[in-house]
């Protein structure tokens, strides 16, 4: 019992380890990319890479900052080949590899499809949109309803458990 409780821990630690690695090196290519890209400094450099990696982080893990309050947003969604924006707050589903590899449990763009969760938010691009979502700094939200519809449940990622979880099955109205 207590050398399974052992290597539970060591696993969870190295998980972790390894996640902050590939984090750690992920961003900072991304940012020279787009500096690059761009032929200009990204807000990404400086003091403001450390927020966004301790944000990607508690987004990937599902954890709220602060508690979890929920705050609702509502305008245009936009798309710039990297993050998905209302306005000025770039808004985030979890990791891309999930967004680009699972199939959505909701019809979010109301196409009459059940598609990959990025193709489903690519569809509602350019339209008005409602989320609701926890805000980890002051222009990046983790974002848990679409329009009324939920995405993840706060604090457990969607991506660990599959669409499985008890929020997939409350009425919405409440």
Known sequence: MEKTKKIKKTMLVTSLVMMLLLVGTLVPSSVIALEEKNNQPTPL?????FERIRNRICDMLGICLGGCEL???TGILEYDEENFY???VELHFGPNWYITSAISAEDYD???EYELIMDELLGLVSTEVT???HYQSDTWMSVFTINGLVYREPGQPIWASQHHWRWRHRNNDE
């Open 45 to 49: 450099g400086g003091e403001h890479l």
């Open 71 to 73: 705050e609702e947003i």
């Open 86 to 88: 209302i306005g000025e």
């Open 110 to 112: 109301g196409d009459g």
């Open 131 to 133: 989320v609701e979502g």
